[in-house]
């Protein structure tokens, strides 16, 4: 919903959908695709960070979430708490792997590629727990009953929109969220996604700039700028 409302403030018209070119990434090609111009820009639960920023460059961040813990439907014995010794899907590249190694240092991580792949090996027990963003735990839940998230999400993550580094994007874009904070839009996608998975009220959603990786001295651009 970012990337069609981000081309639609970029080119006009009334076909949000029709605006966009959308790749997938992984957490290993993230910043790859920004480097060699095979994308302008990335929203992928992206967690800014400084490392990263060294790459490209980081508009937001726009929303905040947390590493979580997904199992399966009937497991009764796992949580956060409970990770030592446990087989725990990863997705490569990912801040899940740091985060985890944090907080449960005596899991047994086993990477896989992409979001599918971990999914696939909780759901055939090759791993007994899944840990990545929450929000994207969200959607996993929604469209299969046969796993749960347990507990709550034991970090905080600030999602950024990747860019290229050193262009002129961050102002533009770090203008366009603060645009839809303003004009009611953000909350709007908020409660069409998440929202309509979670109970309760939209959040407040994170200052710009308010991050390491993330700093901006204002954001002035605007269309056609």
Same mark, same amino acid.
Not at 13 to 22: E, P, S
Not at 44 to 68: L, M, V
């Given at each position: #919903?970012?990337?069609? @409302?981000? $081309?639609?403030?970029?080119?006009?018209?009334?076909?949000?959908?029709?605006?966009?070119? @959308?790749?997938?990434?992984?957490?290993?090609?993230?910043?790859?695709?920004?480097?060699?111009?095979?994308?302008?820009? &990335?929203? #992928?639960?992206?967690?800014?960070?400084?490392?990263?920023?060294?790459?490209?460059?980081f508009a937001?961040?726009?929303?905040?979430?947390?590493?979580?813990?997904?199992?399966?439907? /009937?497991?009764e014995?796992?949580?956060?708490s409970?990770? #030592?010794g446990?087989? &725990?899907? &990863?997705q490569?590249?990912?801040?899940? @792997?740091?985060?985890?190694?944090? #907080?449960?240092?005596?899991?047994?991580?086993?990477?896989? /590629?992409?979001?599918?792949?971990?999914?696939?090996?909780?759901?055939?027990?090759?791993?007994?727990?899944? &840990?990545?963003?929450?929000?994207?735990?969200?959607?996993?839940?929604?469209?299969?009953?046969? @796993?749960k998230?347990?507990?709550d999400?034991?970090?905080?993550?600030?999602?950024?929109?990747?860019? =290229?580094?050193?262009?002129?994007?961050?102002?533009?874009?770090?203008?366009f969220?603060?645009?839809?904070?303003?004009?009611?839009?953000?909350?709007?996608?908020?409660?069409?996604?998440?929202?309509?998975?979670?109970?309760?009220?939209?959040?407040?959603p994170?200052?710009?700039?308010?991050? =390491?990786?993330?700093?901006t $001295?204002?954001?002035?651009?605007? =269309?056609?700028?």
């Amino acid at each position: #919903a970012l990337g069609q @409302i981000l $081309a639609r403030y970029i080119i006009g018209g009334d076909d949000a959908r029709a605006l966009l070119a @959308i790749t997938q990434v992984t957490p290993d090609t993230r910043e790859t695709v920004l480097e060699n111009g095979s994308v302008q820009a &990335v929203i #992928a639960t992206y967690s800014i960070t400084p490392e990263r920023d060294k790459k490209i460059d980081f508009a937001g961040p726009y929303y905040s979430s947390g590493q979580a813990v997904l199992v399966r439907a /009937d497991d009764e014995t796992i949580g956060v708490s409970d990770l #030592a010794g446990v087989k &725990v899907a &990863v997705q490569s590249g990912s801040s899940s @792997i740091a985060a985890l190694q944090k #907080a449960a240092p005596k899991a047994q991580q086993k990477p896989f /590629d992409d979001h599918n792949g971990c999914l696939s090996a909780l759901k055939t027990k090759q791993v007994d727990a899944y &840990v990545v963003d929450y929000s994207i735990l969200l959607g996993a839940i929604q469209a299969n009953d046969d @796993i749960k998230i347990v507990g709550d999400p034991f970090t905080e993550d600030p999602y950024g929109i990747g860019l =290229p580094q050193g262009s002129d994007a961050k102002a533009f874009v770090d203008a366009f969220l603060q645009t839809i904070y303003d004009d009611g839009t953000w909350e709007s996608i908020w409660k069409a996604t998440i929202g309509a998975v979670t109970e309760g009220e939209a959040p407040q959603p994170p200052a710009l700039g308010s991050v =390491p990786g993330s700093e901006t $001295a204002g954001a002035s651009a605007s =269309p056609g700028a």
